[in-house]
């Protein structure tokens, strides 16, 4: 065990032992103490400001619902309902703002204060300790100077007896100042006896003292436990209730009472679904929407290095334009032309069997329109009878009254007027039905109605008409 060297006095007159260390380490064990509160008051400050900064964050919390639900009015306004649950997350958010609020006060005003009195307690007490023991220390040193001045008078005499020959004054006879010396030990004793006995008495109220500072240290922290415990059990409850608002709405309730509320804006499941046939819209049987003729054709590359035919969906319409598609379906992708023809500016030749040549210009806005120019295309229909059909539908899209170019391997156009007379004097009566469109040059006069007027018709009502006008010329030029 470790030596008690504050208690215990050697058997020297002047002992060299500190008597103010049992004292030190007893002031600076009560310093420990106050530090181990200070600590604690500190922590519970922190929590209480910590409850006040909480209570600040949940009204922000609480600003993000505060607001009613956009398009609320697809929710049933209900308790049972969404609604009914954002109105239960408002009610306990608030009660989460108001129970961070009341733990703030309550730290504030309850658990504080019981360790603040310990702090000042322990601080009153450090106080008594150091004050008491520098006092009777004090009195210890100033004992100890005396003993120790007579001490050292009494062996300056002793050694001076045999050569004064025993002449000393009377306050210088050894042993007087032995006298001296045994007085002033004497009380320098007393002192350090009850000093001693002091530092036992404190150390015997040290044992008690600490079991008071635990004490309420416990106090303080059973009282910590039900105000921050209870604050914490409290937000347990909070959200568990939030939890039930948002558990108790049946899968199906919202969607049911929208259906009640709303159901005539929903749609029928037992209404049929709609049909494109059944469809109708504005102009949808136009004259101008109807084609002249239709179908499938082959033509011939205008690529000079590409060999054989590719069969495409060809429309003659009352715009007079002859369009190319890829085919005739209007649902899988939107249909635009591939090639537009604008046939009163084109020339036609006379079928060959099934085989019939158109002279134009591509008018479409596709990149090999623009480079294309003006060119002749080399068409093949199924039979010579569909060949003479499609030569009649343009030949009344072009609006001609003259002979058609005979087409050629190099497909010349027959435009000038010579040639255009010499062919014209060809033309039989209007008998002969529709051999003069075999025979004539397409081109020059418009009609009004395409499908109501054929070149036949035309040829008949003027067999004087030149053999080839100024508006021919410019058409087959």
């Known amino acids: 065990m470790p030596l008690r060297q504050g208690t215990t006095f050697s058997d020297e007159a002047v002992p060299e032992i500190d008597p103010t260390t049992t004292a030190g380490v007893l002031t600076e064990r009560l310093q420990a103490w106050k530090h181990a509160v200070v600590y604690l008051e500190d922590?519970?400050?922190?929590?209480?400001?910590a409850h006040k900064v909480h209570s600040k964050e949940y009204e922000?919390?609480?600003?993000?619902i505060s607001h009613p639900l956009r398009e609320g009015h697809h929710f049933d306004q209900g308790l049972g309902g969404v609604a009914g649950f954002f109105e239960n997350m408002r009610v306990n958010t608030q009660a989460l703002v108001n129970t961070n609020t009341e733990t703030e006060k309550t730290l504030k005003g309850t658990v504080l204060p019981i360790l603040e009195r310990l702090h000042k307690e322990i601080k009153a007490k450090h106080k008594e300790v150091s004050?008491?023991?520098?006092?009777?220390?004090k009195e210890i040193e100033k004992a100890r100077n005396a003993t120790q001045k007579h001490i050292e008078l009494l062996g300056q005499h002793s050694a001076s007896f045999e050569s004064a020959g025993g002449k000393f004054t009377p306050t210088d006879d050894p042993y007087v100042l032995k006298r001296g010396v045994v007085h002033r030990l004497n009380k320098q004793i007393i002192a350090e006896n009850n000093h001693s006995n002091d530092l036992v008495h404190v150390q015997d109220g040290f044992q008690v003292f600490e079991a008071h500072v635990i004490q309420v240290v416990q106090e303080a922290m059973e009282a910590f436990n039900q105000v921050a415990g209870g604050q914490a059990e409290k937000t347990r409850g909070l959200y568990a209730d939030m939890l039930g608002a948002a558990q108790r709405i049946p899968g199906d309730f919202e969607w049911k009472a929208f259906n009640a509320r709303d159901g005539h804006r929903l749609v029928n499941p037992n209404?049929?679904?709609r049909s494109l046939e059944a469809v109708t819209f504005p102009n949808q049987t136009h004259a101008s929407t109807k084609p002249l003729i239709e179908g499938s054709l082959e033509r011939k590359s205008r690529n000079k290095l590409s060999w054989g035919t590719q069969s495409a969906y060809y429309v003659v319409t009352p715009a007079k334009f002859l369009h190319e598609f890829k085919d005739d379906d209007d649902l899988q992708h939107d249909p635009k032309p591939e090639l537009s023809i604008y046939l009163p500016d084109a020339v036609i030749g006379t079928p060959s069997g099934e085989k019939f040549n158109v002279k134009g210009k591509d008018r479409g806005k596709s990149f090999s329109s623009k480079i294309a120019g003006t060119s002749e295309l080399a068409f093949k229909a199924h039979t010579p009878a569909d060949a003479?059909?499609?030569?009649?539908a343009i030949s009344v899209a072009i609006g001609a009254t003259g002979g058609a170019y005979e087409s050629t391997p190099a497909s010349p156009v027959v435009g000038a007027p010579e040639s255009?007379?010499?062919?014209?004097?060809?033309i039989p009566d209007a008998a002969a039905g529709h051999k003069e469109q075999e025979a004539g040059i397409t081109?020059?006069?418009?009609?009004?109605?395409?499908?109501?007027?054929?070149p036949t018709d035309k040829v008949a009502s003027d067999p004087t008409t030149p053999a080839a006008t100024a508006e021919e010329k410019k058409t087959l030029g």
């Open 388 to 392: 003479q059909r499609w030569f009649e």
């Open 60 to 64: 922000k919390v609480l600003k993000t």
């Open 43 to 49: 922590y519970v400050g922190a929590v209480e400001k």
């Open 443 to 454: 081109g020059g006069e418009t009609v009004s109605s395409p499908t109501a007027m054929s």
């Open 420 to 426: 255009q007379s010499s062919t014209s004097s060809k």
């Open 131 to 137: 004050h008491g023991v520098a006092k009777s220390a």
């Open 271 to 273: 209404d049929p679904p």
